[in-house]
């Protein structure tokens, strides 16, 4: 099924807001969390609410339900359901309401969930909350409600627990929660966030289904701009508390009137396309402290003098369209874009490092366990299999180059990272940096190794030690990896902090002092500490907005193209490695199902696996439908992996038996021997090879 705006909104409004102030109380001030909101959601409408971290898109969540916490008050606005205003009603009448008339979804499902209750018991306790029904009959509406948003086996998963469940079916049992007492208004907070692109566009068309069916008006609070161009039937766009742009989803992404929308259309990495995701300067104001005037003037390309005096209005674009903004006519005339292939792609030179034949399993059975093949002794011993995280592996890595290594949750890339790093112990294989086996270096190899191969992780928060100072935590690569005395160390520092655009104040300061992505530069400038010529980047950018991300994107690019260093860039997200990588790997279950240089991969003939990947990338263009192809269940257990073909339990295009029982060796396709581009899978390169519908690319626009 197609993903597309059902366009079942009636003039009915079921939400109204208007001029809505929240404010959280902080000690020695007041956080103004949301400023002057006003939107209207009609029956049957689903209105996308996005912006970045702190743009008060939770807040209003939020005051809707009129549960903001002991510090948070609505200080002045109203907020009307079917005519109601909440304010007025009783705190019983409130209980009634939410999870009867308008349930929400909060972000992050795996700490919604009571980890001590089945889920089932969970789903049947929120019915019996609402209706007056028996234990064992909200048990088997519960069952019933799982079986709706599509979980597996309901009968059996309603017993399970939710560390028992993946992600993505953590967030089904959410939305079965909520959709239990047929609520009219769903508010979803972030319902994709955290999932992998499949499950993502999964949930995604359950969202779309389950509003055909029940006809609820949603609310869709996300920052993923592409699910909101391909769902949502309105748009309202937030920053620092205060609604910049409204309107109907073309008009806002086609004729986007506010510099911040056009700024944050910019900045979102499009698959295949030559754009460089463009970042916008600095950083959300400090709500406690806010200025006359707009408060994106410090960022905004089209500010002048005009913009910093009195409280900026809404005004009208056109109908359904408004925009905060009062040189929005400026912005419409000569609006930001994005700029165009100017990431700086090296050259690639030789061999840099290389595996052959790379394994990683975990947790192998003991000796006894080996010595006995019968499956009976080993469930009597409790022995489990190991995980097989890294299986085969060939890979090499040429100098200047960026290759990108892209995978769902579970499919073994920071495994694989980090066993090319030595980080972790390979079981079998080898890896050679410039040519001599890793394996085989002594202590002072190993230490001039790590001068010259070094890692950024993930989450930039949980990276760096919070007792040190940047100074210190930049300082340590230094200390440990080089000879340079005290003073040198110091001047070296500071020359870092520079090139990843932060001042030498920064020295002293400590991490909780810094924003995501000061901290992630701050990583990313200790990687560069000991001048390393390889550095795995761990998911660098995916817990940052989308504006940083770009932010992030373009320092490691200048930091390439200024010292020629090679990098493996790790992601799910085939957006970022479209943007800044020269060849890709794409991973599966532990193995490479697919790689070849960038534009290899984007276009015909397609890995099955690569294929599913692509088509579930929302297009950001509401004009052109996504097509996704929805993969049945989950990525297999690593302790587990299918004989023969890795996917073949997944595979929409399975042939047969032969992928059951046959490990597809990676072949070249087009070119012959010489094609950079390999494909492991037993179907001919003309059954690879039909276009995907709607995938962003050059030569389509
Ligand atoms: S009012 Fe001025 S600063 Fe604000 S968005 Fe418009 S042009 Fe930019
Ligand atoms: S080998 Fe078979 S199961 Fe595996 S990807 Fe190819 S067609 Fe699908």
Known sequence: MQLEQTQTTSNETVLSIDSLHVEYSTPGSNVRAVRDVSLDVARGETHGIAGESGSGKSTLALAILQYLGDNGSITSGTVQFNGTDLQELSESELRSLRGNDIAHVAQDAKS????????????????????????????????????????????????????????????????????????????????????????????????????????????????????????????????????????????????????????????????????????????????????????????????????????????????????????????????????????????????????????????????????????????????????????????????????????????????????????????????????????????????????????????????????????????????MFTDADAEARTNRVVELLEQVDLGPEYVRRYPHELSGGEKQRVAIARAFAPNPSFIVLDEPVSALDVSVQANILDLLSDLRAEYGTTYLLISHDLSVISAICDRIMIMYLGEIVESGRRDDIFEPPYHPYTRALLSSIPNLDPHKESSPILLEGDVPSMRNTPNGCSFHTRCPQKIGSVCEESCPEVEPTGEGESSEHGIACHLDEDEMSTAIEGLHNDADG
């Open 112 to 479: 919604s969930l009571n980890p001590s209750l089945s889920v089932g018991e969970q789903v049947a306790e929120t019915i019996q909350a609402h209706q007056d029904v028996s234990r064992s009959e909200a048990h088997q509406q519960a069952i019933e409600m799982l079986r709706e948003v599509d979980i597996p086996d309901p009968e059996y998963n309603a017993d399970q627990y939710p560390h028992e469940l993946s992600g993505g079916q953590q967030q089904r049992v959410l939305i079965a929660m909520a959709l239990s007492c047929s609520p009219e208004l769903l508010i979803l907070d972030e319902p994709t966030t955290g999932l992998d692109v499949t499950t993502q566009s999964k949930i995604v068309e359950l969202i779309q289904d389950l509003k055909d069916e029940y006809e609820t008006t949603i609310v869709l609070i996300t920052h993923n701009l592409e699910i909101i161009a391909q769902i949502t039937d309105r748009v309202s766009i937030m920053y620092a508390g205060e609604l910049m742009e409204q309107g109907d989803v073309y008009s806002i992404f086609d004729d986007p009137s506010n510099p911040y929308t056009q700024g944050l259309l910019a900045a979102t990495p499009e698959i295949g396309s030559d754009k460089a995701p463009t970042a916008i300067p600095g950083q959300i104001p400090d709500l406690t402290d806010l200025d006359d005037g707009c408060t994106f003037a410090d960022r905004c390309a089209f500010a002048t003098e005009e913009c910093r005096t009195g409280s900026i209005a809404m005004e009208t674009v056109a109908d359904d369209h408004e925009t905060r903004c009062r040189r929005w006519e400026a912005a419409v005339e000569d609006p930001i874009q994005p700029k165009r292939g100017t990431y700086d792609r090296a050259s690639a030179g030789g061999e840099l490092l290389s595996a052959t034949g790379l394994r990683k399993i975990f947790d192998e059975p003991s000796t006894v366990g080996t010595l006995f093949e019968d499956t009976s002794f080993e469930r009597f011993f409790d022995l489990e299999p190991p995980v097989k995280a890294v299986n085969d592996v060939d890979i090499t890595v040429r100098e200047s180059e960026t290759v990108g290594l892209v995978g769902e949750s579970g499919s073994g890339k920071s495994t694989l990272g980090r066993t090319l790093l030595s980080l972790l112990e390979p079981t079998e294989g080898t890896v050679t940096f410039r040519g001599d086996d890793v394996g085989e270096f002594d202590s002072s190899e190993m230490r001039e190794f790590y001068s010259e191969c070094q890692i950024v992780f993930q989450n930039p928060h949980s990276s760096l030690n919070p007792r040190k100072t940047i100074g210190q935590i930049i300082e340590r690569p230094l200390r």
